[in-house]
Structures are given as structure tokens and as C-alpha cells.
């Protein structure tokens, strides 16, 4: 950044240096024909040059000379404005005109030559990449409501269908509680996915500051595990754990732990009956690294790529399970811990995912060296 803008200033010192020299020649040239006429009037003149007359004569003339080199000026000012101010500006105009009526395709070709230099190309520039933006965001934008919708009308459905079904007088009591019971699973999944939405929003506009606090990480990933033990247990799924002592972080424990609980959730949702989760806490020089490996289906290279977008699903035998938005609410929040998070993973062999975070010692946070 310190580079662009140091060449900036270069060519904005040219550019100032080269209107100098174009005005100092364009006022030479005004002042010396002036100069010329007035000489060259009083030369043929020689009689009456000294006389009043002529010295009225050649002032004249040469009032005259100035008056038509000032119109001459001015007619050439008012071209090169034409041509190197007004089509510029009309063209930038244009494409904010298009951009206000919703074309975020809008874009402006950079000028070429003295006009580009005068600065209007540092405007395209900026414009284009503006536009560029606005059109990442609507298309973000229209992604996001068009999942919202599918994921909120897919619960909504299964709980018509099923209140509808219940409204049999005639039904057995065992199938209406199973109904019951399938109308609160939906009820709860449509309620985790407006918790969720609204957690990632907050997040994404930075509403939610991290409150930072010194604990033991450790402590708090066997709590947020315990939390799934009738998960593990209902599945048969072996929990290994390795979890070094005192490890401490200084960093918002509320935030982190929705980081661990939504990595505990995927692993043991992911992991078939009789397989295993494993949960390792490692220190790697300043960095605290936590580990979550399962043995579940894996991740194929194409959907580890888009992982931890917003309602991705890599895996859609297991999508009534989750909304998708999980993994792009760890990634947000340790992104505003300051941590990096990344996923190895083989089809058919499960996944490993490492999070990283700066670790406390004796008391404070390492800082950057």
C-alpha cells in the first residue's frame, strides 16, 4: 500500500510539473508576440513613433494582439476541456448512472494518454473495483436469500405435513407421538437456523465484540465435549483425547466455544456408529493448536474448498442434520480471535481440523515479534 501510494505522489508531482511547463510556454508565447508587435509597430512607424500618436498607435495594436491571443486561448482551453475533461466525466457519469439503476456488471475502460494521466484513470480505477465489490456483495446477497428460503421452507413443510397427519382423529397414539416428535425436531432445527443467521450476521457487521479473558483452554474443550456425551454414547463412537495441561489463551471463551461445539457437532455427525472422534491440544511454539479428527465420510478436494462458506454442504446425505452455516460461523469467529483454522481431509478416511490461537504464558499474551 505504502508503494502505490509513493507512485502516486510521483505521478501526481509529474503531473503537476508538466502543466507548469505547458502554462510557463503557453504565457512566453503571449508575452513575447505581444512584445513583437509592440516593437515592430514602433519600428515602421520611426516617424510618429516617438509622438503621441504613435505611441497610441502601437498600444492599440498590441491591445488588439493580446485580445485575439486571449481568444485563441481561450477557444483552445475550451477544446482540451471538451475533450479531456467533459467525455471523461460523461463517461464516468454514464457508468454511475448504470451502476444506480442495479447493472453491477457496470463497468468503465481506463482512459488512454495525457487524459488518463490527469487523474480521471485513478477514478475508473477506483469506480471499477467499487462496482466489482457491489457486484460480489448482491450476488452474495441473492445467494443468501434464495438458501434462507430453501432452508427455512424445508422444515416449514415436514411440520405442515405432519400437522396436517395429526389432525386424523383416527390416528394411533404411538404414530402421534411420533409425529409429535418429528414436528419438535423440525421446530428445532428452524430454530438453530435463525439463531445461526443472526449469530453470522452479527458477526459479519461486527456487532459482536470478543470480550477477551485468560483461562484454561483446556478445561473448556472437555467441557464443550461433555456436552455431546449422550451423542457419542446413542452412536457407539470412541472419544480419544490428548489434551495438554495448562494451556492457557487470552481470548472471548463465549466465541471459542461455539467454535468447539460446532467442530464436536460436525465430527460425531459425520462419524458413522462405532467409529472415533479425537480431540488433541498441542502448544507449537506460541501457538495453542486444537485438534478435531473423525472418521467419518471425508472431504472430497472440490468441497474443501468452499467448506467454510455460508449454507455449503459438501455432503447432502447429511444435510436434514445440519443448515450449513456452522462452519462459516467458526471460521468467522476465529478470524475475530485473531486464530486460523484449516482441514485436512480423505473421501471415505474422515477429516482433521486445526484451529490455532495464540496462548498465554506466565500470565500474558505472546505478542508478534
Same mark, same amino acid.
Given at each position: ?56 498607435t502601437a498600444a492599440i495594436l498590441t491591445m488588439g494582439n493580446v485580445l485575439f491571443l486571449s481568444f485563441l486561448c481561450t477557444v483552445i482551453d475550451a477544446v482540451r476541456r471538451r475533450f479531456m475533461v467533459e467525455r471523461p466525466v460523461r463517461r464516468i457519469i454514464k457508468g454511475a448512472e448504470k451502476l444506480?439503476? =442495479? ?59 405432519? =400437522? ?53 483452554? =483446556? ?12 451423542? /457419542? ?26 467454535? /468447539? ?77 485473531? =486464530? ?30
Open positions: 500500500m505504502s508503494e502505490e501510494n509513493s507512485m502516486r505522489r510521483r505521478k501526481r508531482l509529474l503531473a503537476a510539473i508538466r502543466r507548469y511547463v505547458v502554462f510557463f510556454l503557453l504565457i512566453a508565447f503571449v508575452i513575447t508576440c505581444c512584445m513583437l508587435l509592440f516593437l515592430y509597430t514602433m519600428q515602421t512607424s520611426v516617424e510618429i513613433s516617438f509622438t503621441e500618436k504613435g505611441i497610441r444506480m439503476c =442495479g447493472d453491477f456488471s457496470a463497468r468503465i475502460e481506463p482512459l488512454r494518454g495525457i487524459v488518463g494521466e490527469d487523474g480521471f484513470d485513478n477514478i475508473i480505477d477506483c469506480f471499477n473495483r467499487m462496482a466489482e465489490e457491489l457486484s460480489g456483495v448482491e450476488t452474495l446477497r441473492t445467494d443468501f436469500i434464495a438458501n434462507v428460503s430453501h432452508e427455512l421452507k424445508t422444515p416449514l413443510s415436514v411440520m405442515q405435513n405432519y =400437522g396436517t397427519m395429526l389432525q386424523n382423529p383416527n390416528l394411533p397414539d404411538e404414530q402421534r407421538m411420533e409425529y409429535a416428535k418429528a414436528i419438535t425436531e423440525q421446530s428445532r432445527r428452524l430454530a438453530d437456523l435463525i439463531t445461526n443467521i443472526l449469530k453470522l450476521n452479527r458477526l459479519e457487521n461486527q456487532q459482536i465484540y470478543p470480550a477477551a479473558k485468560r483461562y484454561n483452554l =483446556g478445561e473448556q474443550l472437555a467441557e464443550c465435549l461433555l456436552n455431546f456425551e449422550s451423542t /457419542w454414547e446413542k452412536k457407539n463412537i470412541d472419544i480419544d483425547t490428548d489434551l495438554e495441561e495448562e494451556v492457557f489463551v487470552e481470548s472471548d471463551n463465549e466465541l471459542l466455544s461455539l467454535v /468447539w461445539s460446532n467442530l464436536f457437532s460436525n465430527a460425531l455427525k459425520f462419524t458413522e456408529p462405532g467409529g472415533t472422534v479425537c480431540v488433541t491440544l498441542k502448544t507449537e511454539g506460541d501457538y495453542a493448536a486444537v485438534r478435531v479428527a473423525d472418521t467419518g465420510c471425508g472431504i472430497s478436494p472440490g468441497t474443501g474448498k468452499h467448506i467454510f462458506e455460508k449454507f455449503y454442504q459438501g455432503d447432502t446425505s447429511h444435510a436434514t442434520q445440519g443448515n450449513g452455516l456452522g462452519l462459516a460461523l467458526v471460521k468467522r469467529v476465529v478470524d475475530i480471535v485473531g =486464530g486460523d483454522i484449516s482441514v485436512e481431509s480423505e473421501v471415505g478416511k474422515g477429516s482433521t481440523f486445526t484451529v490455532r490461537i495464540r496462548r498465554a504464558a506466565n500470565g500474558e499474551v505472546q505478542k508478534d515479534s
